[in-house]
T-cell receptor
Framework: DTGVSQDPRHKITKRGQNVTFRCDPI?????LYWYRQTLGQGPEFLTY????????KSRLLSDRFSAERPKGSFSTLEIQRTEQGDSAMYLC??????????FGSGTRLTVV | QQPVQSPQAVILREGEDAVINCSSS?????VHWYRQKHGEAPVFLMI?????EQKGHEKISASFNEKKQQSSLYLTASQLSYSGTYFC?????????FGKGTMLLVSP
C-alpha cells in the first residue's frame, strides 16, 4: 500500500467556480477525514466518514462544501461557488480505531 | 475547544532536549502528536490513550495526565531531522482537534 493519495496536488480556480478533490485512503482503514489547513495554523476538521457513512460534519462548514465516500473506498470533497477565503491546503487522512492518522500530501487550493 | 500548545517556538542546538506541552479544557479520550515539515503533510508520531496505553515513535516519548487534560512531548538528544512544527491533536469523540503548533528548529 502506498499510503493516502490526493489529487490534484494544486488547483487554481476563479472565484465562483466549483472544484472537486479526490482522496484514496489506505485500503485497510475504515475511517476517512477531511481537514483544511491555512498558513501558521493546525489542521481544522471538516468532515469524517466511517466506511461509506458520513458521521460528522463541522458546524463551521458552509453548505457550499459537500463530501462523499461511495462504497466506503475513495472520497471526494466538492466546493461550490468558491470564495477567496476557501484558499487553503485540503488534507485527507485515514485511520483505524485507536491508531494515528495517515495524512495525504494534500491539495493546495488557490482561489483568484 | 482547541488545545493550547506551549511554547509557540523553540530553537535548539543539536543534542539538546525539548519539551512541548498541550492542554485542553475538556476531558479527553486520547492525545495524538504529529510533526509537519514545511510543505509536507503532518506525520504521526504518537498516540496516548486514556488508561495509559501508548503507541508510536521509538525515539520520542510523551506523557498524558488524564486528570489535568494535559500531555507533554519529550524530544531528547535532538537531531537536525527533528526540525518542524509539532501539533497535538485531542480526541473526545471520533475526531481530532489540533492545536496551533509549536515550531522547533534544531541547528548544528
Amino acid at each position: 500500500d502506498t499510503g493516502v493519495s490526493q489529487d490534484p496536488r494544486h488547483k487554481i480556480t476563479k472565484r465562483g467556480q466549483n472544484v472537486t478533490f479526490r482522496c484514496d485512503p489506505i485500503s485497510e482503514h475504515n475511517r476517512l477525514y477531511w481537514y483544511r489547513q491555512t498558513l501558521g495554523q493546525g489542521p481544522e476538521f471538516l468532515t469524517y466518514f466511517q466506511n461509506e457513512a458520513q458521521l460528522e460534519k463541522s458546524r463551521l462548514l458552509s453548505d457550499r462544501f459537500s463530501a462523499e465516500r461511495p462504497k466506503g473506498s475513495f472520497s471526494t470533497l466538492e466546493i461550490q461557488r468558491t470564495e477567496q477565503g476557501d484558499s487553503a491546503m485540503y488534507l485527507c487522512a485515514s485511520t483505524s480505531y485507536n491508531y494515528g492518522y495517515t495524512f495525504g500530501s494534500g491539495t493546495r487550493l488557490t482561489v483568484v | 475547544q482547541q488545545p493550547v500548545q506551549s511554547p509557540q517556538a523553540v530553537i535548539l542546538r543539536e543534542g539538546e532536549d525539548a519539551v512541548i506541552n498541550c492542554s485542553s479544557s475538556k476531558a479527553l479520550y486520547s492525545v495524538h502528536w504529529y510533526r509537519q515539515k514545511h510543505g509536507e503533510a503532518p506525520v504521526f508520531l504518537m498516540i496516548l490513550l486514556k488508561g495509559g496505553e501508548q503507541k508510536g515513535h521509538e525515539k520520542i516519548s510523551a506523557s498524558f495526565n488524564e486528570k489535568k487534560q494535559q500531555s507533554s512531548l519529550y524530544l531528547t538528544a535532538s537531531q537536525l531531522s527533528y526540525s518542524g512544527t509539532y501539533f497535538c491533536g485531542t480526541e473526545r469523540g471520533s475526531t481530532l482537534t489540533f492545536g496551533k503548533g509549536t515550531m522547533l528548529l534544531v541547528s548544528p
